[in-house]
């Protein structure tokens, strides 16, 4: 009895290991799709975000982790107006994006980072069951995170308050139209 209980727990982690790691590839291949949209003479920067440990030699049993908490997953240098984009890339089935999804942190210090000359923050969330991707830009992400009553990001608030990125479906996957996203001159 209880080998056939250890077994089914086993099968489910395999499965739950299996759901963790489709969600996280299907993130990390919304931005693996849409880096490689930009040109090729762009400067374009994955900031990494890993967590680390080390142990203490002396003492196998101490051991010190951390995570390294980034403003943003991607730097680029956009020459056709001479501005840093700092890009979170946010990546769901649904059609919102709940506010648990983004890191208070990365909200507050985006929007900061507008102050800045030169700098432009954009949050881009890819609904994957639409097949849309939307800029929204940081000072609005923050207004709204920290004023709604609501606790996520609808689609349709996105199609209200931002900027449509056009994608096409190749073979296997998307390619993005990021020329027309880096020319644009409006505010939304």
């Known amino acids: 009895m ?9 099968i489910k982690d395999v499965k739950d290991d299996e759901v963790k790691k489709k969600k996280r590839n299907e993130g990390k291949q919304f931005e693996s799709d849409f880096i490689s949209s930009f040109p090729t003479d762009m400067w374009t920067y994955r900031l990494r975000d890993t967590s680390s440990s080390w142990q203490d030699k002396g003492n ?11 403003i943003c997953d991607f730097l680029i240098h956009n020459y056709f107006n001479a501005e840093t984009y700092l890009l979170e ?58 004023n709604s009553e609501r606790k996520s990001f609808s689609i349709d608030w996105c199609r209200e308050n931002g900027f449509l990125i056009t994608q096409r479906l ?19």
């Open 2 to 10: 209880k080998e056939a209980k250890k077994k089914t727990k086993k």
């Open 60 to 70: 196998d049993t101490k051991t010190s982790r951390f995570t390294v908490t980034n």
């Open 89 to 146: 890339l946010k990546s769901v089935t649904n059609k919102s994006v709940p506010f648990g999804n983004l890191r208070k942190h990365q909200v507050d210090e985006l929007y900061k980072s507008l102050t800045k000359r030169g700098i432009k923050a954009f949050f881009l969330l890819n609904y994957r069951s639409v097949n849309e991707t939307y800029a929204i830009t940081a000072d609005l992400i923050y207004d709204y995170y920290y």
């Open 170 to 188: 190749k073979k296997v996957n998307y390619v993005y139209d990021i020329t027309q996203f880096l020319k644009r001159r409006d505010s939304k």
